[in-house]
Protein backbone atom coordinates (compact mmCIF):
# COMPACT_ATOMS: atom_id res chain seq x y z
CA UNK A 1 0.00 0.00 0.00
CA UNK A 2 1.10 3.21 -0.65
CA UNK A 3 2.25 5.73 2.18
CA UNK A 4 0.40 9.22 3.02
CA UNK A 5 3.31 11.04 3.39
CA UNK A 6 1.24 14.16 4.99
CA UNK A 7 -0.56 11.90 7.56
CA UNK A 8 2.55 10.23 8.26
CA UNK A 9 4.44 14.49 9.00
CA UNK A 10 1.34 15.49 10.68
CA UNK A 11 1.40 12.30 13.21
CA UNK A 12 4.78 13.17 13.64
CA UNK A 13 4.31 16.98 14.17
CA UNK A 14 1.56 15.82 16.90
CA UNK A 15 4.26 13.75 18.80
CA UNK A 16 7.04 16.56 18.89
CA UNK A 17 4.34 19.14 19.86
CA UNK A 18 3.18 16.71 22.82
CA UNK A 19 6.51 16.61 23.89
CA UNK A 20 7.44 20.11 23.80
CA UNK A 21 4.02 21.20 25.83
CA UNK A 22 4.95 18.38 28.34
CA UNK A 23 8.61 20.10 29.10
CA UNK A 24 7.14 23.58 29.19
CA UNK A 25 4.83 22.62 31.49
CA UNK A 26 6.91 20.35 33.77
CA UNK A 27 9.73 23.54 33.29
CA UNK A 28 6.47 25.93 34.63
CA UNK A 29 5.79 24.21 37.81
CA UNK A 30 9.69 23.53 38.51
CA UNK A 31 10.29 27.57 38.41
CA UNK A 32 7.35 28.15 40.26
CA UNK A 33 8.49 25.41 42.90
CA UNK A 34 11.68 27.37 42.93
CA UNK A 35 10.20 30.92 43.15
CA UNK A 36 7.86 30.03 46.14
CA UNK A 37 9.00 26.79 47.82
CA UNK A 38 6.37 24.37 46.40
CA UNK A 39 3.55 24.05 43.70
CA UNK A 40 0.18 26.04 45.28
CA UNK A 41 -3.03 24.52 45.09
CA UNK A 42 -4.56 26.51 42.79
CA UNK A 43 -2.15 26.06 40.37
CA UNK A 44 -4.22 23.33 39.83
CA UNK A 45 -6.86 24.87 38.27
CA UNK A 46 -4.80 25.51 35.06
CA UNK A 47 -4.66 23.42 32.18
CA UNK A 48 -1.06 22.11 30.55
CA UNK A 49 -1.72 24.29 27.42
CA UNK A 50 -2.26 27.61 29.74
CA UNK A 51 -0.10 27.22 32.62
CA UNK A 52 3.14 27.91 30.78
CA UNK A 53 2.19 31.04 29.62
CA UNK A 54 0.25 32.13 32.58
CA UNK A 55 3.23 31.74 34.69
CA UNK A 56 5.71 33.54 32.28
CA UNK A 57 3.63 36.57 32.02
CA UNK A 58 2.67 36.80 36.18
CA UNK A 59 6.36 36.23 36.70
CA UNK A 60 7.98 38.94 34.66
CA UNK A 61 4.96 41.84 34.89
CA UNK A 62 3.81 40.81 38.89
CA UNK A 63 6.94 39.72 40.35
CA UNK A 64 9.95 40.59 37.75
CA UNK A 65 11.95 43.45 38.53
CA UNK A 66 12.85 44.25 34.86
CA UNK A 67 9.70 46.50 34.40
CA UNK A 68 9.74 50.43 34.52
CA UNK A 69 7.03 50.38 37.86
CA UNK A 70 8.75 48.67 40.76
CA UNK A 71 7.36 45.51 42.86
CA UNK A 72 5.90 47.71 45.36
CA UNK A 73 3.88 50.02 42.50
CA UNK A 74 2.78 46.98 40.81
CA UNK A 75 1.30 45.24 44.08
CA UNK A 76 -0.46 48.91 45.10
CA UNK A 77 -2.40 48.93 41.85
CA UNK A 78 -3.17 45.06 42.39
CA UNK A 79 -4.44 46.09 45.78
CA UNK A 80 -6.76 48.79 44.16
CA UNK A 81 -8.25 47.05 41.71
CA UNK A 82 -8.55 43.84 43.79
CA UNK A 83 -10.51 45.36 46.48
CA UNK A 84 -13.44 46.73 44.11
CA UNK A 85 -13.71 43.57 41.82
CA UNK A 86 -13.74 42.45 44.88
CA UNK A 87 -11.62 39.56 45.11
CA UNK A 88 -10.90 38.34 48.95
CA UNK A 89 -7.73 36.32 47.62
CA UNK A 90 -6.68 39.01 45.57
CA UNK A 91 -6.88 41.53 48.48
CA UNK A 92 -5.33 39.12 51.15
CA UNK A 93 -2.39 38.45 48.40
CA UNK A 94 -1.78 41.55 47.54
CA UNK A 95 -2.01 43.62 50.76
CA UNK A 96 0.75 40.92 52.25
CA UNK A 97 2.64 40.96 49.28
CA UNK A 98 3.27 44.95 49.48
CA UNK A 99 3.98 45.45 53.06
CA UNK A 100 6.81 42.85 52.12
CA UNK A 101 7.84 45.34 49.53
CA UNK A 102 8.26 48.08 51.83
CA UNK A 103 4.47 49.29 51.45
CA UNK A 104 3.09 51.10 54.31
CA UNK A 105 -0.06 50.52 55.21
CA UNK A 106 -1.26 54.58 54.77
CA UNK A 107 -0.18 53.77 50.90
CA UNK A 108 -2.50 50.65 50.75
CA UNK A 109 -5.70 52.26 51.95
CA UNK A 110 -4.85 55.23 49.54
CA UNK A 111 -4.39 52.41 46.67
CA UNK A 112 -8.03 50.90 47.62
CA UNK A 113 -9.29 54.50 48.12
CA UNK A 114 -8.46 55.56 44.49
CA UNK A 115 -10.12 52.92 43.45
CA UNK A 116 -13.28 53.65 45.36
CA UNK A 117 -13.31 57.16 44.07
CA UNK A 118 -12.84 55.85 40.64
CA UNK A 119 -15.22 53.47 41.06
CA UNK A 120 -17.83 56.82 42.20
CA UNK A 121 -17.22 58.92 39.45
CA UNK A 122 -17.14 55.78 36.65
CA UNK A 123 -20.68 54.96 38.00
CA UNK A 124 -21.96 58.33 37.98
CA UNK A 125 -20.13 59.09 34.22
CA UNK A 126 -21.87 56.33 32.43
CA UNK A 127 -24.95 56.54 33.60
CA UNK A 128 -25.54 59.99 32.87
CA UNK A 129 -24.59 58.80 29.69
CA UNK A 130 -22.54 62.25 28.83
CA UNK A 131 -21.05 63.06 25.44
CA UNK A 132 -17.76 61.55 25.28
CA UNK A 133 -16.58 64.75 23.46
CA UNK A 134 -17.44 67.05 25.83
CA UNK A 135 -16.21 65.14 28.68
CA UNK A 136 -12.81 65.17 27.18
CA UNK A 137 -12.94 68.90 26.15
CA UNK A 138 -13.64 69.79 29.30
CA UNK A 139 -11.19 67.06 30.56
CA UNK A 140 -8.03 68.58 28.53
CA UNK A 141 -9.03 71.92 29.84
CA UNK A 142 -9.11 70.95 33.59
CA UNK A 143 -5.35 69.30 32.58
CA UNK A 144 -3.67 72.56 31.01
CA UNK A 145 -5.34 74.95 34.26
CA UNK A 146 -4.04 72.39 36.57
CA UNK A 147 -0.72 72.20 34.75
CA UNK A 148 -0.52 76.08 34.98
CA UNK A 149 -1.42 75.62 38.47
CA UNK A 150 1.57 73.17 39.28
CA UNK A 151 4.00 75.41 37.36
CA UNK A 152 2.89 78.26 39.67
CA UNK A 153 3.55 75.92 42.61
CA UNK A 154 7.13 75.81 42.22
CA UNK A 155 7.43 79.70 43.10
CA UNK A 156 4.66 79.70 45.81
CA UNK A 157 4.21 75.86 47.30
CA UNK A 158 1.22 74.80 48.67
CA UNK A 159 -0.47 73.98 51.91
CA UNK A 160 -2.12 70.87 52.95
CA UNK A 161 -4.69 72.51 54.27
CA UNK A 162 -5.63 74.31 50.35
CA UNK A 163 -6.60 70.64 49.70
CA UNK A 164 -8.19 69.86 53.30
CA UNK A 165 -10.61 72.47 52.44
CA UNK A 166 -14.87 70.77 53.65
CA UNK A 167 -17.22 73.07 52.12
CA UNK A 168 -20.63 72.73 53.33
CA UNK A 169 -23.30 73.26 51.04
CA UNK A 170 -23.41 72.86 47.20
CA UNK A 171 -22.47 76.40 46.01
CA UNK A 172 -19.49 76.70 48.25
CA UNK A 173 -17.86 73.52 46.41
CA UNK A 174 -19.32 74.76 43.29
CA UNK A 175 -16.74 77.76 43.94
CA UNK A 176 -13.67 75.56 45.18
CA UNK A 177 -14.05 73.15 41.95
CA UNK A 178 -13.51 76.16 39.84
CA UNK A 179 -10.87 77.51 41.56
CA UNK A 180 -8.91 74.30 41.71
CA UNK A 181 -9.78 72.62 38.16
CA UNK A 182 -10.66 76.33 36.02
CA UNK A 183 -14.12 75.17 35.75
CA UNK A 184 -17.01 73.13 37.05
CA UNK A 185 -17.36 70.25 34.87
CA UNK A 186 -20.57 68.68 34.07
CA UNK A 187 -20.22 65.54 35.98
CA UNK A 188 -20.24 67.78 39.00
CA UNK A 189 -22.87 69.81 38.07
CA UNK A 190 -25.32 66.71 37.66
CA UNK A 191 -24.30 65.27 41.04
CA UNK A 192 -27.34 65.45 43.60
CA UNK A 193 -26.44 68.78 45.45
CA UNK A 194 -27.66 67.26 48.56
CA UNK A 195 -24.14 65.16 48.51
CA UNK A 196 -21.57 67.12 46.40
CA UNK A 197 -19.62 69.14 49.06
CA UNK A 198 -18.80 65.74 50.38
CA UNK A 199 -17.95 63.88 47.60
CA UNK A 200 -15.63 66.86 45.94
CA UNK A 201 -13.99 67.12 49.24
CA UNK A 202 -13.07 63.39 48.98
CA UNK A 203 -11.62 64.18 45.56
CA UNK A 204 -9.54 66.71 46.28
CA UNK A 205 -8.52 65.73 49.54
CA UNK A 206 -7.22 62.36 47.83
CA UNK A 207 -6.78 62.29 44.47
CA UNK A 208 -5.59 66.18 43.85
CA UNK A 209 -3.97 66.31 47.17
CA UNK A 210 0.21 66.14 46.51
CA UNK A 211 0.23 65.60 50.85
CA UNK A 212 -0.77 62.00 50.60
CA UNK A 213 1.51 58.93 50.92
CA UNK A 214 1.35 58.46 47.17
CA UNK A 215 2.02 60.52 44.51
CA UNK A 216 0.08 62.31 41.75
CA UNK A 217 1.37 59.52 39.38
CA UNK A 218 0.74 56.50 41.70
CA UNK A 219 -2.49 57.79 42.10
CA UNK A 220 -3.09 58.18 38.76
CA UNK A 221 -1.67 54.80 37.53
CA UNK A 222 -3.94 53.24 40.28
CA UNK A 223 -7.13 54.90 38.77
CA UNK A 224 -5.68 53.69 34.92
CA UNK A 225 -5.37 50.09 36.40
CA UNK A 226 -8.78 50.61 37.86
CA UNK A 227 -10.39 52.30 34.97
CA UNK A 228 -9.49 50.20 32.15
CA UNK A 229 -10.71 46.79 33.40
CA UNK A 230 -14.02 48.82 34.30
CA UNK A 231 -13.85 49.26 31.88
CA UNK A 232 -14.97 53.27 31.63
CA UNK A 233 -13.81 55.14 28.55
CA UNK A 234 -14.37 58.67 30.60
CA UNK A 235 -12.15 57.53 33.29
CA UNK A 236 -9.24 56.24 31.24
CA UNK A 237 -8.98 59.14 28.90
CA UNK A 238 -9.19 61.79 32.58
CA UNK A 239 -6.47 59.13 34.12
CA UNK A 240 -4.38 58.57 31.11
CA UNK A 241 -4.36 62.34 30.72
CA UNK A 242 -3.50 63.22 34.87
CA UNK A 243 -0.83 60.54 34.62
CA UNK A 244 0.97 62.18 31.59
CA UNK A 245 0.74 65.44 33.41
CA UNK A 246 2.91 64.25 35.97
CA UNK A 247 5.36 62.77 33.48
CA UNK A 248 4.20 58.70 33.36
CA UNK A 249 5.59 57.26 30.32
CA UNK A 250 3.67 55.32 28.07
CA UNK A 251 5.40 51.86 29.02
CA UNK A 252 4.48 52.74 32.84
CA UNK A 253 1.11 53.53 31.67
CA UNK A 254 1.09 49.98 29.39
CA UNK A 255 2.73 48.28 32.80
CA UNK A 256 -0.20 49.81 35.03
CA UNK A 257 -2.47 48.40 32.41
CA UNK A 258 -1.24 44.79 32.12
CA UNK A 259 -1.22 44.68 35.98
CA UNK A 260 -4.78 45.16 36.18
CA UNK A 261 -5.66 42.13 33.63
CA UNK A 262 -3.56 40.71 35.50
CA UNK A 263 -5.18 40.66 38.51
CA UNK A 264 -8.42 39.95 36.76
CA UNK A 265 -6.98 36.92 35.13
CA UNK A 266 -6.06 35.77 38.86
CA UNK A 267 -9.37 36.54 40.24
CA UNK A 268 -11.46 34.86 37.47
CA UNK A 269 -8.71 31.44 38.13
CA UNK A 270 -9.42 31.73 41.75
CA UNK A 271 -13.23 32.42 41.91
CA UNK A 272 -14.41 30.21 38.98
CA UNK A 273 -13.23 26.84 40.57
CA UNK A 274 -14.67 28.29 43.77
CA UNK A 275 -11.22 27.96 45.73
CA UNK A 276 -11.63 27.22 49.04
CA UNK A 277 -10.56 30.44 50.93
CA UNK A 278 -8.93 29.47 54.28
CA UNK A 279 -6.74 26.94 52.09
CA UNK A 280 -5.85 29.77 49.88
CA UNK A 281 -4.47 31.77 52.84
CA UNK A 282 -2.31 28.76 53.85
CA UNK A 283 -0.91 28.62 50.44
CA UNK A 284 -0.33 32.45 49.90
CA UNK A 285 1.39 32.29 53.73
CA UNK A 286 3.41 30.21 52.36
CA UNK A 287 4.57 31.42 49.11
CA UNK A 288 5.51 34.84 50.72
CA UNK A 289 7.61 33.36 53.81
CA UNK A 290 8.89 31.17 51.25
CA UNK A 291 10.00 33.97 48.62
CA UNK A 292 10.36 36.14 51.73
CA UNK A 293 13.16 33.58 52.90
CA UNK A 294 14.76 33.08 49.21
CA UNK A 295 15.71 36.59 48.78
CA UNK A 296 17.36 37.47 52.17
CA UNK A 297 19.73 34.34 51.11
CA UNK A 298 19.92 35.49 47.65
Known sequence: MPTNTKTTQNKTSQKVNLSTKWKEVD???????????????????????????????AKVMRFGTNTALDTKLKGLIAVGVGAQIPCDMISYFEQKA?????????????????????????????????????????????????????????????????????????????DDIKKTLGLIPKFFQL?????????????????????????????????????????????????????????????EMNEALAVAADVRHWSTIFHGPQIDFASFKKDADQMLKNSSQRQLQS
Open 27 to 57: TAREDIKDTFGFVPTFINNFTDQSLPGAWAE
Open 98 to 174: TLADGATRQEQIEAVLMAAITRRWSTMLNGLQLNEGEFRKEADQIMAYVKNMMENFKSSPPTEEMFLVKPETAEEAY
Open 191 to 251: FPKEGLAGAWSEFKGLQLNPFTALNGKQKELIGLGVAAQIPCGYCIYFHRSAAKLYEATDR
